[in-house]
T-cell receptor, first 115, second 112 residues
C-alpha cells in the first residue's frame, strides 16, 4: 500500500531563511507526486507536481521540489522564506491501485515563519 | 469559472440528525472526491466518483453515503450524525484521475 511520510509536523524558520519540508513515499513504481499548501480556513491549493518529466520541479511562490528515486523522496524547498509562506503543507502521492488512481496525503507540516 | 464550490460553509448538528453536503464543479471534470480533514491526520478519502454514474468507497466510508447527481455535482450525506464526524469536509475534482485535484473551500461540521 502507498504511504506518505512527512518528517516534522511543525517547522519553524526565520524570514529570509531556507525552507525545507521533507516528504518520503513508499511505492514499487514511480508515482505522481504533489505538494499542496493550505492557508488558514481555506481549501488546498496545488504548489507543484511531478509527473515523470524533469526531476526538479518548480512551482508557484518560489517553491521547488526534487524527485529522488533512489531515496524515494520529494522534498520541498524555498531559498528564502517570506511571512506569507506561513501555512500547512501537504505532500501527496497518486498511484494506480485496484481499478483507479488513488491520492494519498501525508499528515501535513505546519510552517511558521518568524520575523 | 467558480471552480469547486461547497455548501454550506459551516454547520452544527445534534447527534442523530441528518444532512447533505453539496459540491459542484464547473471545470467539466470527470472524477470527484470527498475527504475529511482532522488535526494531525491529513486528508482521508471518504468516497469518490471516477465518472458520472459510478461511486466507490474510500478509506473511511462508514456513516456516509454519496450521490453523483450528474457530471457537475457530488453530494455527501450523513444519515445519523455522530460526534466522531465532527471535521472539515473537502470536495475535490480532477479531469483525469492521475492529475492534480482541485479543492473546494471546505465545510466545517460540528456534531454535538
Amino acid at each position: 500500500a502507498q504511504s506518505v511520510t512527512q518528517l516534522g509536523s511543525h517547522v519553524s524558520v526565520s524570514e529570509g531563511a531556507l525552507v525545507l519540508l521533507r516528504c518520503n513515499y513508499s511505492s514499487s513504481v514511480p508515482p505522481y507526486l504533489f505538494w499542496y499548501v493550505q492557508y488558514p480556513n481555506q481549501g488546498l491549493q496545488l504548489l507543484l507536481k511531478y509527473t515523470s518529466a524533469a526531476t526538479l520541479v518548480k512551482g508557484i511562490n518560489g517553491f521547488e521540489a526534487e524527485f529522488k528515486k533512489s531515496e524515494t523522496s520529494f522534498h520541498l524547498t524555498k531559498p528564502s522564506a517570506h511571512m506569507s509562506d506561513a501555512a500547512e503543507y501537504f505532500c501527496a502521492v497518486s498511484e494506480y491501485r485496484g481499478s483507479n488512481y488513488k491520492l494519498t496525503f501525508g499528515k501535513g507540516t505546519l510552517l511558521t515563519v518568524n520575523p | 469559472n467558480a471552480g469547486v464550490t461547497q455548501t454550506p460553509k459551516f454547520q452544527v448538528l445534534k447527534t442523530g440528525q441528518s444532512m447533505t453536503l453539496q459540491c459542484a464543479q464547473d471545470m467539466n471534470h470527470n472524477s470527484m472526491y470527498w475527504y475529511r480533514q482532522d488535526p494531525g491526520m491529513g486528508l482521508r478519502l471518504i468516497y469518490y466518483s471516477a465518472s458520472e454514474g459510478t461511486t466507490d468507497k474510500g478509506e473511511v466510508p462508514n456513516g456516509y453515503n454519496v450521490s453523483r447527481l450528474n457530471k457537475r455535482e457530488f453530494s455527501l450525506r450523513l444519515e445519523s450524525a455522530a460526534p466522531s464526524q465532527t471535521s472539515v469536509y473537502f470536495c475535490a475534482s480532477t479531469l483525469k484521475a492521475y492529475n492534480e485535484q482541485f479543492f473546494g473551500p471546505g465545510t466545517r461540521l460540528t456534531v454535538l
